[in-house]
């Protein structure tokens, strides 16, 4: 099993873990007297360009559910986590070259660690979204469906998917130095392939096929299951398992392999 | 008892010309292939066992290999072939300052290196004192302050009387002991004769033929990679200087 000595060997280190997420933290918030706000405001923004754009210009509320705020503000919040994280974890072994050659601590322990970081923000926000939830339910548009259990699946399920996809990038980004600028794009590319915006049965058909193979996609789907009671799209939602495992999978052995070439060049 | 350093057949293989390093842009207009597979053994067939207590020094010339190998003690290199064998924790007084970081505080620095170095919070409140009067007062005058505001020397006294309370049984040593100024290299010299006394093991690195004949009673010698000596310290000074001088 592939695995478990990986995951036995973070636990083991869960106290250096927990030391450096709160130094991530604290270098975070510690330099700007706003500092959670940032967290927050920056997704924000986002849903309100998207929300103006979408609903005032477009009049396009037909390719969300309704309420359409709560379910970009869902959307774009979730989206962050997994982008920053992307973007982070392909710098996590360069950035921190002088600790990654001087301490002997399991290697993998560099990706989680930012995933945990983003992880925690992405829990701080998570009260601007219910705060969305309350006012909508209050005004009477939506309401809680027993459906909402689905989302703490969803942020575990995430944060092996960030944890996978990190696995990956973090090597290979010390040895093929353009990996970074790939990223930034395929991130990009990936906003609009994901069904953060647009609701998957807004796609054309063909579109809604090659969705199920974006993981983010079901994972958006638990996230919104307790609030927008439509019908459940459980392909999608199998098919991120899928893809999660195998990613965490290929992720590890990915590491695992590379782990020594890149020792030699930090 | 079984050693608690153990090499067998180690061997590691680097990339000689340029940095493994590829960019999209010679993908695209080269072709993949165009990546040199000029290689060189930076340390090969190295095969040795330091017992408990033991002090070890390393000798050899610029590049023969001398701080990867203490590095693949130390566990932050792997090797390409054979591997090596560390029973017991390690301090390693390699890169000293590298768990620091330079907008922190020096009091923030001390407890997150502590951390990475496997200390509880507990721990650290426990020794900070002991860690801060080695160090001196005109850094415990500076615990408040950003790290980067520190002198190179004050910043390598703090991660030297870190590592050194760190306890574990093994020390490497890379170096490090031309640090600081006078007074303070006679503290460091003073704690690690105390560490040795106390029972543990040292295997250092350095071209300091004093700071070796203190410390180390085996030497072992490095010649390109290869080990070519094992023995009584004084020995392998001589057979190493009497290689320089027949080079030169």
């Given at each position: 099993m592939i695995l478990l000595p990986q995951a036995r060997g973070i636990i083991a280190r869960r106290q250096v873990l927990d030391t450096l997420v709160r130094r991530d933290l604290h270098v975070r918030y510690a330099g700007s007297p706003i500092g959670y706000l940032w967290t927050i405001l920056d997704p924000l923004a986002m849903a309100l360009i998207y929300f103006v754009v979408f609903t005032y210009i477009f009049e396009a509320r037909r390719v969300g559910y309704q309420p359409y705020v709560l379910f970009i503000v869902i959307g774009v919040l979730a989206w962050q986590w997994f982008s920053q994280c992307a973007t982070e974890t392909s710098r996590a072994l360069l950035a921190e070259s002088r600790l990654v050659r001087s301490t002997n601590l399991p290697r993998e322990l560099w990706v989680v660690r930012i995933v945990v970081a983003k992880g925690i923000e992405f829990l701080l926000s998570l009260p601007v979204m219910f705060g969305f939830a309350i006012f909508f339910i209050a005004v009477g548009e939506t309401k809680i469906h027993y459906r909402i259990l689905l989302m703490p699946v969803a942020i575990v399920l995430q944060f092996l998917l960030s944890v996978g996809v990190g696995l990956i990038l973090a090597p290979v980004t010390v040895l093929f130095t353009d990996m970074p600028r790939i990223v930034r794009i395929a991130l990009r590319m990936g906003f609009y392939a994901t069904?953060?915006?647009?609701?998957?049965?807004?796609?054309?058909p063909v579109l809604q096929k090659i969705l199920l193979l974006n993981p983010m996609a079901g994972i958006l789907e638990m996230y919104r299951a307790g609030f927008f009671p439509h019908e459940l799209n459980v392909p999608s939602i199998i098919s991120s398992f899928v893809i999660t495992f195998v990613t965490l999978i290929a992720g590890t052995i990915v590491f695992k392999r590379l782990e020594a070439p890149v020792l030699k060049e930090i | 008892m079984r050693p608690v350093i153990e090499s067998k057949d180690l061997g590691i293989e680097f990339y000689r010309s340029r940095r493994r390093k590829m960019s999209l842009r010679e993908i695209v207009f080269k072709g993949k292939n165009l990546a040199p597979k000029d290689t060189f053994w930076a340390l090969r067939n190295i095969s040795f066992t330091v017992e408990q207590g033991e002090a070890v020094g390393l000798v050899g010339g610029n590049g023969s290999g001398k701080s990867t190998l203490l590095k693949m003690i130390a566990g932050v290199m792997i090797p390409d072939e054979g591997g090596v064998k560390v029973r017991g924790g390690v301090a390693p007084l390699i890169e000293l300052t590298g768990g620091f970081l330079g907008e922190l505080t020096a009091r923030d620095n001390l407890y997150l290196a502590g951390g990475l170095h496997g200390l509880s919070k507990a721990q650290m409140d426990e020794r900070y004192d002991e860690i801060v009067d080695f160090a001196g007062p005109q850094v415990r005058a500076g615990m408040d302050m950003a790290y980067r505001h520190f002198s190179s020397g004050m910043q390598v006294r703090l991660a030297f009387a870190l590592i050194t309370t760190l306890d574990e049984p093994i020390v490497l040593v890379d170096e490090v002991l031309a640090v600081g100024d006078r007074a303070f290299r006679e503290k460091c010299y003073l704690r690690m004769e105390n560490m040795l006394a106390g029972g543990k093991t040292l295997f250092m690195v350095s071209h300091s033929e004093a700071d070796l004949r203190r410390f180390a009673k085996r030497g072992l010698y490095l010649q390109q990679g290869t080990l070519v000596g094992d023995g009584p310290v004084e020995e392998i000074i001589e057979q190493y200087n009497a290689d320089a001088d027949a080079a030169r």
């Open positions: 069904p953060i915006i647009y609701g998957v049965h807004a796609a054309p | -």
